[in-house]
């Protein structure tokens, strides 16, 4: 699957920003879905997941309650609804696909994601 982030740019601290993410080519609607975010220096951390059929999400302890993951299955594309962002949020954000098809979980490492967008630049200034 080809994977297309978009959404990203300059926000204050304490403002939003939603991201998206287009993909093509295998059934969209068969996998879990991630975003992942890596800030300069730092390794790739997960943000946020969902299930293929969007009835189950995980995020990480950092943006719990800040960010909500969804996807829209008909239009194959995962979003990532950033609010109250933090300085510390600034970082490349990454989505990507699940490397199997149905699981009723959302995978947390980044090893059981197989397919990456380009990445698009979030950056909050404080």
């Known amino acids: 699957v080809q994977l297309q982030a978009s959404g990203g740019g300059l926000v204050q601290a304490g403002g939003s920003l939603r991201l998206s993410c287009a993909a093509s080519?295998?059934?969209?609607?068969?996998?879990?879905m991630g975003w992942f975010r890596q800030a300069p220096g730092k390794e790739r951390e997960f943000v946020a997941g969902?299930?293929?059929?969007?009835?189950?999400?995980l995020y990480a302890d950092s943006v719990k309650g800040r960010f909500t993951i969804s996807r829209d299955n008909a239009k194959n594309t995962v979003y990532l609804q950033m609010n109250s962002l933090k300085a510390e949020d600034t970082a490349v954000y990454y989505c990507?696909?699940?490397?199997?098809?149905?699981?009723?979980?959302?995978?947390?490492?980044?090893?059981?994601?197989?397919?990456w967008g380009q990445g698009t630049l979030v950056t909050v200034s404080s």
């Open positions: 969902i299930n293929w059929s969007g009835g189950r999400t």
């Open positions: 080519g295998r059934t969209f609607s068969s996998y879990a």
């Open positions: 990507a696909a699940d490397r199997s098809s149905g699981r009723f979980y959302v995978p947390r490492p980044l090893a059981d994601y197989g397919s």
